[in-house]
């Protein structure tokens, strides 16, 4: 018989036949996935409160587990497949499950099983564990085949009951999804046997805190001088380290004891610029020997970050003010105001990156602003949001390659994207990187301040 009960979300009355028992109605009025209040379903409770459930499998999904979800929801609710695979695939649409009359919002459940992978350099291999992989889903495969196989015939010569034949299809149906996972395992692995990673870390620097040689203290920023010279600037004390090209240790400066350190650049003629409150102070990168305050036509302004492009040219930023000065310290470029006539702008205004056509890339809050050569607004890219061309939090630090690709690192790793926006892969990143750079060989060099790691991918695509 028909039985009757409001939608949680927009208190339609939605229709329920016991006799069919489905987990689940669609909302024909606001498209709601609505799980059937347990009063009107004929089945055993769950062995623990349906939001627990929900939560834990929510935590599943989240965690690429999409079978062992479904398996969850199945054994908790005493369900079908076809159910329980409906409300997985839902939530791994960060659509709004409705349960009974309370909302669960499976989009801001707390995933605490979430782990990062470590960030270990991939190594190629010509080990046969994808093919064994393979075989071995093959296999399975096999068996679940021959077990349907042998069951259908069974129940064909003996005349199968009603449930029996329930039972069948259910089997069936069962059999179908986890081949089908199986079979998108087995591309994974195909195609991450076969195809080289996108990067791989091939140098890395200290790994440990301390204000000892290689050894880093809430170590920041990055610059990198024609010679391909490495500069790490700790954020409070001063305190410059200088390495080669291949990371060996070269010297150590003190910069002012007093210092934040908002940025750093360096030209491609060994000279440091690092931003003091509202001065700009340059030094010999390799001795340390201070060269004076920069002078900057009209009022002081207060800098929070700064750039330099592939030419040696070097930018300073701040929210109402662009500054570029070519390799020899020549001002070439001076905007009051470079941001009035963006719409919504907004950035904390600690990052920036330039590529090889003098583009100039600036984070916001949630996006990136791209403006040309001569400080004009020309696009935006990205927005806050949870997919893999989004930001989940405000994006930390910024770098373009030589081909033009954008290098952004967020919450979930470093996302990469052509230089027209669209989203190719996501690198894992371990820590919290506050500055990047490519030097000129193309690599990119990742400043992670919570590993105390300095560390260079090489890239492969």
Not at 265 to 279: E, F, G, M
Request: charged share 20%.
């Amino acid at each position: 018989m028909l039985e009757s009960f409001e939608c949680p979300n927009c208190q339609a009355s939605l229709d329920y036949d016991a006799k069919s028992q489905p987990l689940t109605v669609r909302c024909p009025y606001c498209s709601s996935t609505v799980i059937v209040p347990d009063n009107l379903r004929n089945q055993r409770q769950p062995n623990q409160q349906s939001s627990d459930v929900l939560t834990e499998v929510v935590q599943l999904v989240a965690n690429g587990r999409k079978i062992e979800a479904i398996k969850l929801f199945r054994e908790r609710f005493n369900v079908g497949l076809k159910d329980a695979k409906e409300v997985v695939d839902a939530i791994e649409q960060h659509e709004d499950i409705h349960l009974g009359g309370t909302s669960f919002h499976t989009a801001i459940v707390d995933v605490s099983t979430y782990t990062p992978t470590t960030t270990t350099p991939p190594v190629q291999t010509t080990s046969n564990r994808g093919g064994c992989l393979i075989l071995g889903f093959l296999l399975a495969i096999g068996i679940f085949v021959a077990i349907g196989f042998v069951i259908t015939t069974t129940a064909r010569q003996s005349g199968a009951t009603s449930e029996f034949a329930q039972e069948i299809q259910e089997f069936q149906e069962t059999s179908s999804a986890i081949i089908e996972e199986e079979f998108t395992v087995v591309e994974t692995v195909v195609a991450a046997t076969q195809a080289p990673q996108f990067a791989e870390v091939v140098l890395r620097i200290g790994g440990e805190e301390g204000t000892g040689p290689g050894f880093f203290n809430d170590t920041r920023r990055l610059a990198i001088d024609g010679a391909g010279n490495i500069y790490t600037g700790d954020y409070s004390g001063g305190r410059i380290q200088v390495f080669d090209e291949n990371g060996d240790f070269l010297t150590t400066w003190n910069a002012g004891q007093d210092l934040y350190l908002a940025g750093i650049a360096a030209n491609r003629a060994d000279t440091v610029y690092i931003i003091k409150t509202a001065d700009i102070e340059m030094f010999n990168g390799l001795t340390g020997e201070s060269l004076g305050t920069l002078t900057l036509p009209g009022e002081r302004t207060f800098f929070r970050t700064a750039a330099s492009g592939p030419d040696g040219s070097v930018y300073f930023i701040a929210k109402d003010r662009l500054v570029r000065l070519d390799n020899n310290g020549n001002i070439t470029l001076d905007l009051t105001d470079p941001f009035a006539n963006i719409p919504d702008f907004a950035t904390t205004q600690e990052d920036a990156a330039i590529d090889g056509a003098g583009n100039i890339y600036v984070l916001g809050s949630e996006t990136i602003y791209k403006l040309n050569a001569e400080g004009l607004f020309v696009d935006q890219i990205g927005s806050k949001g949870e997919a893999e061309d989004q930001f989940f939090t405000s994006p930390r630090s910024i770098a373009v390659d030589g081909q033009g690709r954008i290098f952004v690192d967020d919450f979930w790793g470093i996302k990469v994207f052509e230089g027209n926006g669209r989203y190719i892969t996501t690198l894992e990143n371990p820590g919290v990187s506050f500055d990047m750079l490519f030097n000129d060989d193309n690599e990119l060099l990742v400043m992670d301040r919570n590993s105390n790691e300095l560390r260079k991918y090489q890239l492969n695509q």
